[in-house]
């Protein structure tokens, strides 16, 4: 099973996207990292083929930005997944 493409910052809405709806894996993998308490470094290296050593700023920023998100999944975003769809 291939990991779906990804962009350096996902995006930045008050509603879900076709973006967030494709990452659900990825955002539940960073949330379980976080609560094992593994390095972001380690994590952005398995969960994004990013080498943190030598793309430090892109890894870093790809990190902080999907797991900002995957948590506004946890507060806001689920909701979304529960209203039915129109189109």
């Known amino acids: ?8 910052e996902p995006p930045q809405s008050d509603r879900l996207s076709a973006y967030d709806e494709r ?3 990825t955002y539940l993998r960073l949330l379980d990292a976080e609560k094992d308490e593994a390095s972001w470094e380690e994590v952005v290296s398995i969960i994004f ?3 943190p050593a030598s793309e430090p700023d892109r890894a870093r920023r790809v990190y902080d930005t999907h797991l900002a998100r995957a948590r506004w ?3 806001h975003g689920y909701k979304h997944l529960m209203v039915p769809r129109t189109q």
Not at 1 to 8: I, K, L, T, V
């Open 1 to 8: 099973m291939s990991a779906p493409e990804f962009a350096d």
């Open 49 to 51: 083929a990013i080498d």
């Open 73 to 75: 999944m946890t507060q």
């Open 23 to 25: 990452h659900l894996v």
